[in-house]
């Protein structure tokens, strides 16, 4: 399973993927968390079975891919139509989706947008697009749009600051809510860096992934996406993460729990279990998918 680099044209440049596996195996495509890269699955799919086809793609203004141009918030219908765009590349009709955090939210909603290509869908610690609730509007508006002319106005006015790598690994590991072990932070890091003169790193993510990508979407219109959801969905819920508590989230679960293709999993771990500790999940995403696979003969 040694991975190999592709590259995908698009409008604005090209999306980096790595992929393990043979093209001819069942096909998965994998989906990183926000400010993440592809090579957060990089110590989990070793323990997947054999016989698939992983295509890990790093999404727009992360990893190796290109940025989108300037000028607007990106959301995540924006990356459901980058995801699309890979997909008529590769010609792929129907195939299977595992999703981390942000990338279990567009996993998420592309399903629901094109349930005709997806057979299965495994989230791994994703709370799906959160609602916002329709009294919060404005608020939520006004939050996003200062939010963006605020990471404008500071990526113009100077360079990104750097660092050394271990001085960045430092910066990944203290600055994530989640804690990385440093293992975890070496192998993000390997797709997260420029380097600069003399011998120095800046981070290459675009910075507007800080402004929030979530669409306005009220409880009722996210449960009508979710309802529209017609495939096997394994959520996997880590136990220690606390924003798996907040109201928004709760809610979120539990429209989710209203599909009945819906099975929610606890497992013991933080919000990157399946970088820190893969093992801990691997058995149950191997279930899944080879079920998901066996209801098709």
């Known amino acids: 399973m040694n991975p190999q680099e592709i590259s995908i044209p698009v409008p604005w440049g090209h999306i980096a993927a790595k992929t393990w596996g043979h093209s001819s195996d069942a096909r998965v495509l994998c989906l990183h968390g926000i400010q993440d890269n592809c090579g957060t699955f990089d110590k989990l799919i070793p323990l997947l079975r054999r016989g698939f086809y992983f295509v890990c793609i790093d999404t727009p203004g992360h990893g190796h891919s290109s940025h989108y141009p300037s000028g607007f918030r990106v959301t995540t219908e924006c990356y459901v139509l980058a995801i699309k765009r890979v997909v008529d590349h590769l010609q792929w009709d129907r195939f ?95 797709r997260s860096l420029a380097e600069r003169p003399g011998g120095r790193y800046s981070f290459t993510m675009d910075q507007r992934l800080k402004v929030p990508y979530q669409q306005m979407f009220s409880p009722i219109q996210h449960l009508a996406l979710v309802n529209s959801i017609r495939c096997p969905v394994l959520m996997l819920r880590a136990t220690d993460n606390p924003i798996q508590k907040t109201p928004a989230v709760k809610l979120s679960r539990k429209i989710y729990k209203s599909n009945p293709n819906v099975r929610v999993v606890k497992v013991n771990g933080n919000h990157d279990v399946h970088l820190n500790e893969p093992e801990k999940i691997a058995d149950l995403i191997n279930t899944f998918l080879l079920q998901s696979e066996r209801s098709k003969l």
């Open 96 to 190: 299977k989706c595992i999703g981390h955090s942000m990338g279990g939210m567009i996993a998420s909603q592309f399903t629901s947008m094109y349930p005709e290509h997806i057979t299965s869908l495994v989230m791994i610690d994703s709370a799906g697009p959160v609602p916002v609730f329709p009294q919060d509007s404005t608020k939520w508006l006004r939050t996003v749009s200062d939010g963006l002319l605020t990471i404008e106005k500071k990526v113009a006015s100077g360079s990104p600051p750097s660092y050394t790598r271990e001085q960045a690994v430092d910066v990944l590991m203290t600055k994530r809510p989640s804690k990385l072990t440093k293992n975890s932070a070496e192998v993000l890091i390997k």
